[in-house]
């Protein structure tokens, strides 16, 4: 696993939802990454404490030492009896300390803005893999495992569907990548007519997460399948069957 795949997959090893071969390889690639094991501890982190509201980040001791050092540096106050001395002599150490407290108090302003903005990216992501995770794991959906044919036997997937309101989710690994020119359709099969579905490419690694919305005519479908057609999809099957699955 590539340091790139390994944090496509993080979010998800924080949640325990990788299967084993995913978890295995992410496990390996974390022991001898300290990126990407400093973001996995993070994440954890995040994800046992999302119903609480986040604490103000604590500025990095190494910013504060040097807010306080800048400080300590300033010249106090004049007393009366100084300020005409002080109008006749230079200010150069109380302007630099003053200019070293304000690179100081920016410093810790920008860490603040960025730990938030990263606070937020986690959330949001560990709220969205959530909330698909309660979706699969729902007694209201029907789930429809595929099976690849000859022209992928080691592909897999799943087709998720929510007859009511349609939302679909199309979760495939180990598809082969689509030529020039093509892409993957899935199709709902209802009545021994197929309903056209979403057009996709898988990853890299020949995984799909796909997340829609069906019309009515669709969402009685009984069997689907995947075949390969023209990258814009089309209104009927006409490329070869990838994956197939559902009542017969």
Excluded at 4 to 27: F, P, T, Y
Excluded at 153 to 179: E, F, N, W, Y
Excluded at 207 to 225: C, G, I, K, M, Y
Aim: aromatic share 4%.
């Amino acid at each position: 696993m590539t340091h790139e795949e390994c944090r496509d997959e993080l979010a998800l090893a924080a949640l325990g939802l990788l299967d084993a071969a995913d978890a295995s390889a992410v496990g390996d690639h974390v022991a001898g990454c300290g990126e990407c094991s400093r973001e996995l501890a993070a994440l954890r982190e995040t994800a046992a404490a999302l119903t609480w509201v986040a604490a103000p980040a604590e500025p990095p001791s190494a910013m504060r030492e040097r807010l306080l050092a800048a400080a300590r540096s300033s010249s106090p106050p004049p007393g009366r009896a100084e300020v005409a001395k002080l109008r006749r002599r230079p200010r150069t150490g109380t302007f630099a300390g003053g200019l070293a407290i304000a690179a100081a108090v920016a410093g810790l302003v920008l860490v603040d803005l960025r730990l938030s903005n990263r606070l937020v990216e986690v959330e949001s992501e560990l709220s969205r893999v959530r909330e698909r995770s309660d979706f699969l794991s729902s007694p209201e959906v029907a789930t429809s495992p595929l099976a690849g044919t000859s022209s992928a036997p080691s592909a897999r997937g799943k087709v998720v569907l929510h007859r009511d309101s349609g939302r679909t989710m199309l979760i495939c690994s180990s598809l082969p990548q689509a030529p020039d020119g093509k892409a993957y359709q899935l199709w709902f099969v209802g009545e021994g007519h197929p309903y056209p579905g979403p057009v996709f490419r898988p990853d890299p690694r020949g995984r799909v997460v796909l997340d829609d919305r069906v019309p009515p005519e669709s969402r009685a479908a009984t069997r689907f399948a995947v075949t390969l057609e023209p990258a814009r999809g089309t209104a009927a099957p006409t490329g070869e069957t990838i994956l197939a699955g559902g009542e017969r």
